[in-house]
């Protein structure tokens, strides 16, 4: 067996895929009322990305990616996710011009800034621009699941 970058052999790293995949199938054979629906993943940040990508789409999420404010204001546009996860800190527009945009195009839509501690200033004025909730890097999955399952719910 040979080894794969996180350490795991070739064969326990098979195993992870088809339990995920597994997974995955129990989640979408639930009636579509019972699938907690689908997020905009917006960090610029590739391995943020697939982390949080590969956690929510076990929890049953469908996910679309986004890697810029711009990028994600065009997603919003070709779909329609139940809730927006937006990164404070990007290149070109920020989370906060990102937000602005997206509350003159989905006013409705819950949006939780994901950010770093160093950047709780900008809390403020984002909850002003109406974000809906807050995660400060490092988060929990549980904590991510839970707030996101609470502003789907509402």
């Known amino acids: ?7 795991h052999s070739d064969s326990a790293e098979s195993q992870r895929r088809v339990r995920g995949r597994k997974q995955r199938l129990r989640v979408n054979a639930l ?34 990616s986004a890697s810029s404010g711009q990028e994600a204001i065009r997603c919003l ?8 996860l937006l990164d404070m800190k990007m290149p070109g527009m920020d989370g906060l011009l990102t937000l602005k945009r997206i509350r003159v195009s989905h006013p409705t839509v819950p949006v939780i800034f994901v950010t770093q501690a160093d950047e ?22 549980e904590a991510l699941e839970a707030i996101l399952l609470t502003k789907i719910v509402r």
Do not use: H, W, Y
Not at 41 to 59: G, T
Not at 123 to 137: H, S, T
């Open 1 to 7: 067996m040979t080894s794969v970058p996180n350490g």
């Open 31 to 64: 009636p579509p009322a019972q699938r907690p629906g689908q997020v905009l993943l917006v960090d610029d940040d590739p391995k943020f990305q697939q982390i949080v990508r590969e956690f929510l789409e076990l929890k049953g999420f469908r996910v679309i």
């Open 77 to 84: 546009t070709r779909s329609d996710p139940r809730v927006v």
């Open 120 to 141: 709780e200033e900008f809390i403020g004025e984002a909850r002003l621009l109406g974000v809906n909730d807050c995660l400060l890097k490092p988060f929990s999955f």
